[in-house]
């Protein structure tokens, strides 16, 4: 158990409707990171945080927005939803104290479905 | 762009038989690491192999790395139904550590 926290784990909405999802980590790690996964395309990174207030984007940013005001909780918006932001986001933490640093570990999902 | 790919993208074995799975990438490597994923749950970490070994072996899992063709295996072994799962390979590329970059995945099926 990697204590990853992820809610809403379901959520139906609307075109241009906003959504936040959060990723909620009970270890302090510093690595965070955001993931969408579709079928065909396994999963691609959409923005990933360093630390505290420190984000940069992964390859699949467009349309999307993060913040991390602390260390356990990071935030992904959809500003306007979408409907080909209807997927699975999956939240990572890499623990950097670990011997094995380069590991990420998976929250459960959030299934994301916009009308 | 997609770094990895899998090969094959879906194999059916019979349980008690070994699954071999492959992996190529594009660029170089820090090291490469291969996840699983049961239906409907995030993935799990299942072994890493640096771009300086050759072969490591965890329990049934054997994974092999081959730098000069770029591609790597990973062997599960007397395979069993619980098995069944998604798997994928991922690459912690050289100067860019922090992110690793996942390929589409393959689906293994064990019968029983």
């Known amino acids: 158990d990697a204590g990853i926290t992820q809610s809403p784990r379901h959520k139906v909405t609307e075109t241009g409707t906003p959504v936040t999802l959060r990723c909620h980590q009970t270890?302090?790690?510093?690595?965070m990171y955001w993931y969408r996964q579709d079928p065909g395309h396994g999963l691609r990174l959409i923005h990933y945080?360093?630390?505290?207030?420190?984000?940069d984007k992964g390859e699949v940013s467009d349309g999307y927005s993060v913040s991390r005001s602390k260390t356990e909780d990071f935030l992904l918006t959809l500003e306007s939803a979408t409907s080909s932001q209807t997927s699975v986001y999956f939240c990572?933490?890499?623990?950097?104290?670990?011997?094995?640093?380069?590991?990420?570990?998976f929250g459960p999902g959030t299934r994301l479905t916009v009308l | 762009s997609q770094q990895g790919e899998e090969d094959p993208q879906a194999l059916s074995i019979q349980e008690g038989e070994n699954a071999t799975m492959n992996c190529s990438y594009k660029?170089?490597?820090?090291?490469l690491q291969w996840y699983r994923q049961n239906s409907g749950r995030g993935l799990v970490h299942l072994i890493l192999?640096?771009?300086?070994?050759r072969e490591k072996h965890s329990g049934r899992l054997r994974v092999t790395l081959d730098t000069s063709k770029k591609s790597s295996s990973l062997l599960i072994t007397a395979s069993r139904a619980a098995d069944t799962a998604s798997y994928f390979c991922?690459?912690?590329?050289?100067?860019?550590?922090?992110?690793?970059?996942f390929g589409k995945g393959m689906k293994l099926t064990v019968n029983p």
């Open positions: 991922a690459t912690s590329l050289q100067g860019g550590s922090e992110k690793l970059v």
């Open positions: 945080s360093y630390g505290v207030k420190d984000t």
């Open positions: 270890e302090n790690h510093r690595y």
């Open positions: 192999i640096r771009s300086n070994e």
């Open positions: 990572a933490i890499k623990k950097t104290r670990d011997r094995r640093a380069d590991t990420q570990y």
């Open positions: 660029t170089s490597i820090n090291n």
